[in-house]
Every structure is written in C-alpha cells, then in structure tokens.
Nanobody, 125 residues
Framework: QVQLVESGGGLVQAGGFLRLSCAAS????????IGWFRQAPGKEREFVAV????????YYAASVKGRFTISRDNAKNTVYLQMNSLNAEDTAVYYC??????????????????WGQGTKVTVSS
C-alpha cells in the first residue's frame, strides 16, 4: 500500500506561483508513476501532470504545459508540482496519485490506485 500526503496549497494572486508537495510512503516506488490531478468546484477531476519515479519521464496536460513543472526527489520520496503564472482557471483542489500500469502517460484518474487527501489552491484575479 502507498500513502500520499499533499501540501503547499493556499491563496495566491493571479500571475503568482506555488509549489505543491506529495510525500509518499509505504511500498517501494521504483515502478510507480505519480500523477497530479485537480478538481474545480462542479467539474470533473482532470489530469495535470505525471512523472515516472525511476527515470523522471514527465508528461503534462496542454493547459499547464510551460507553466507547471513536475519533479521528484527520490531521497525524500517526494514529488513536487511547481506552478507558475497561475490564473483563476487553476483554482481547484489538487491531488497526487500513484499507479504502476504499463501505459505512459496515464491520464485517466480511474487508473490510479492510491490518492492523497488533496490540497486546495485558490487563485484570486
């Protein structure tokens, strides 16, 4: 089993930045991919970015590419999501999740096995 804990959310002005963290514990992670998803009020959960734990391959949703960066620190068992140039459309609860399927990138939320509790990001315009 994998435990995931997100942190780093908060209130930020449009154009600002935040860095989210996803601390992982439990089973070994070399085969896992860690994804970030977000869910805005009244909307479905949507894919944001994913990284492979072993070699650090990444993939981004078109809406965040060029503004967000996903990275990992293997020594700390932590995945980060650096979010720059934030706008009101980025307001959501952000979740990290893990999966170890064969397809990369995996953008379907249903394919992820373990989820954190979420961290709220609010961007004021």
């Amino acid at each position: 089993q994998v435990q995931l804990v997100e942190s780093g959310g908060g209130l930020v002005q449009a154009g600002g930045f935040l860095r989210l963290s996803c601390a992982a514990s439990g089973r070994t992670f070399s085969r896992y991919r860690i994804g970030w998803f977000r869910q805005a009020p009244g909307k479905e959960r949507e894919f944001v970015a994913v990284i492979t734990w072993s070699v650090g391959d990444t993939y981004y949703a078109a809406s965040v590419k060029g503004r967000f960066t996903i990275s990992r620190d293997n020594a700390k068992n932590t995945v980060y999501l650096q979010m720059n140039s934030l706008n009101a459309e980025d307001t959501a609860v952000y979740y990290c999740a893990s999966e170890m399927g064969v397809r990369f990138p995996e953008v379907r939320a249903g394919a992820y096995d373990y989820w954190g509790q979420g961290t709220k990001v609010t961007v004021s315009s």
